[in-house]
Structure formats: structure tokens, C-alpha cells
């Protein structure tokens, strides 16, 4: 252990008499391990986290591939879903999932970037979620009128929205 100690005493010595060679390796083991503990954070928001819906290890994406053509997609005109949901003898549930685009919502506060999706009626129950506000899509109004109000996962249009407290992000149809 007296060994260990004056190796110790030694390497502070050293480093001391040399202010920019113990720098450089002062933030070459920053920069190392903020790099790690930012990669470590991504993936294990990513991947080792589980997805916070209601058993997420048997949540699937159904895709499409044309043989002939050798083309691939995940978007389907609403027939085409409607045929695969009527048909299905292998799923429990299935729901239409389509990423728009960003908008960005602005009133009090700071603007603030909002994802646009289109989800079918039975969406939000088929995951286990509720929404903060509001209530979910009913599958009668959306066969009527194949439209549905948007809804909010949290509760950011209080303090957005030219409409006060009753603003909504989107109103868009569902087909």
C-alpha cells in the first residue's frame, strides 16, 4: 500500500510540474466521458428503456412489398387497411399510424415544435393511453364523418393557442 502511495504522490508531482501536458489530459477525459455518458443516454432512451405503453413487446409494424416490382412501403390507401383489419386472424388490434410533418405552435411563451400525425379511432385505446385532455376518437363519428378533433398527450395548449385554454394543436381528418 506505501508503494501505491508515493506512485500516487509521484503522478501529482509530475503532472504538476507540466500545467499543459495535465490539461490536455484533463479534458481528453472530459470530452471521453461526456461523449460515453451522451451515447449512454440516447441509447438507453432508445432502446433499453421500455416504450411507455401498455405491453410494448408485442406492438408490430405492418409493411408491404409488391414481389414483382421489389417496392416496399408502410402507407396504404384506408381500402387497403380495411380489407387487412377485416381479414387479420393474426392480430389482436390493429390501428393506422402516419407521420406528417412539424408545425410549429405559437400564442403565449415561446413557439414550439409539434409532430403532426394521423392515427385511426382505436389508436389510442389499442396502446393503453388516455389523453391529458379531452376525450378519445369514437369509432361512430369517425365512420360518419371520417374526421376526428386532435388531442394532447400533455398539457401545452394552456399555455398555447390564439383560442386561451379551449385551443386545440390540429384538427385533421382521418382516413
Do not use: C
Not at 48 to 57: D, F, G, S, T, V
Not at 69 to 88: I, L
Request: avoid cysteine; glycine fraction near 6%.
Amino acid at each position: 500500500m506505501e508503494a501505491l502511495w508515493k506512485d500516487f504522490r509521484y503522478s501529482l508531482r509530475m503532472l504538476r510540474r507540466k500545467p499543459m501536458f495535465t490539461a490536455i489530459i484533463a479534458l481528453s477525459l472530459a470530452l471521453g466521458i461526456g461523449a460515453t455518458s451522451a451515447i449512454f443516454s440516447v441509447i438507453n432512451a432508445v432502446t433499453l428503456r421500455p416504450l411507455p405503453y401498455r405491453e410494448p413487446e408485442r406492438l408490430v409494424t405492418v409493411q408491404w412489398h409488391n414481389l414483382k416490382s421489389g417496392v416496399r412501403g408502410d402507407r396504404v390507401s384506408p381500402d387497403v387497411f380495411h380489407e387487412w383489419k377485416k381479414n387479420n386472424h393474426v392480430f389482436e388490434e390493429m390501428a393506422v399510424f402516419v407521420a406528417l410533418d412539424q408545425k410549429t405552435l405559437s400564442g403565449e411563451g415561446a413557439p414550439e415544435q409539434v409532430d403532426i400525425h394521423l392515427v385511426s379511432a382505436n389508436f389510442f385505446p389499442m396502446l393503453g393511453v388516455r389523453p391529458a385532455l379531452g376525450r378519445l376518437f369514437s369509432d361512430v363519428a369517425a365512420a360518419v364523418r371520417r374526421r376526428s378533433g386532435g388531442t394532447r398527450k400533455d398539457n401545452s395548449h394552456r399555455r398555447r393557442g390564439p383560442y386561451g385554454d379551449r385551443s386545440h394543436a390540429a384538427r385533421l381528418p382521418v382516413q
